[in-house]
Each structure stands twice: as C-alpha cells, then as structure tokens.
C-alpha cells in the first residue's frame, strides 16, 4: 500500500483522510532537500521499521519490523560524519538528535527509507512518520500524525509499503 501525506495537512491511508503535520519549510522535491531546511522530502519513500518507547507504550500492531528505543539510541544528523542518517548510541562525537525525548514526539516512529541507501551528505537526515503536537505544529521535515492515527496506520501497513509526500 502506497500512503500519500500532502502539503495541506491531509495524510490518506487506504480510504482514510487523516490530519498530519508537514516540515516547517514545507515541501520540496527530494534533489532539493538540504539538512536543517525543514522541508519534507517530495517523493515515495519505504516504511524500513518500527521504532517505539516501551516505558510509553506497548509494542504496536505491526507487520513490521519493530525495535524498542532505549535512553542512548540516537540519529546522527552530521553531513560531515561517516554515520550520516543512521542510527547511532549516545553519548555520540557528532551533532544528532537523541531518541529518547520528553515531549513524546518520538514515543512511535517509522523510519521512512529516505536518503539512505546510501545516504548522501547533505540531502537530509532523519526523515520520520512520527507523533503530532497536539496542534499539529510543523515538524523538522517529517510527516506526523495523532497516536491513534499511527497506530491505525501501524495496524495495516506491511513491508513494502511507502509513504508517498506529495505537493
């Protein structure tokens, strides 16, 4: 199944129309994208796996793969390092992003097969399927719905379904 989030805030999911939150900088065609910019990657990305907070929630309804974050589990976001857009453990020698947050954002996170095989400095890092504000502010980049519309997600995505952001 091929998601669809677009530059209005829709997210479609089979015959579902849901909110999401879309990049601060909105959205731009993928060879556009810059790390920092806040622009969500125009293009067809693969749902890779699963990330969740066990402390937060249990393990989702999936097919699949999932792995449960842990305090020192970061995302390197360094154009300039050899782990550029991949994940990493804390403590961690270059700029990236930690996991394990306060404000819940990354509580369930789907890692989307953006820029990363291989990734290319510095065509953007860390772009997610995450948790919404409840306002649904702008993200860094990644696309974000409520917890119960994730998890509605979660329950019929399978591999090889991607999530299509579209203008």
């Not at 995302?75 to 930690?98: G, I, M, Q, T």
């Not at 400095?121 to 860390?126: C, E, H, I, N, Y």
């Amino acid at each position: 199944m091929i998601y669809r989030a677009d530059s209005a805030g829709r997210f479609r999911a089979g015959a579902a129309l849901l909110a999401c939150a879309i990049g601060r900088g909105g959205m731009a065609p993928a060879p556009d994208k810059r790390e920092g910019d806040g622009v969500s990657p125009i293009g067809v990305w693969p749902l890779r796996y699963v990330l969740y907070r066990p402390d937060r929630g249990l393990v989702p309804t999936t097919a699949l793969p999932v792995r449960p974050i842990v305090p020192d589990d970061g995302w390197c976001d360094d154009p300039a390092h050899p782990d550029y857009n991949r994940l990493v453990k804390r403590p961690f020698p270059a700029s990236h992003e930690a996991l394990w947050r306060e404000d819940g954002l990354y509580d369930l996170v789907v890692v989307l097969g953006h820029n990363d095989d291989p990734p290319v400095a510095p065509l953007g890092s860390a772009i997610f399927l995450h948790l919404a504000k409840p306002d649904y502010a702008p993200t860094e980049g990644c696309i974000a719905l409520s917890r119960p519309d994730l998890e509605s997600v979660l329950a019929m995505a399978a591999p090889g379904d991607a999530l299509a952001i579209e203008a």
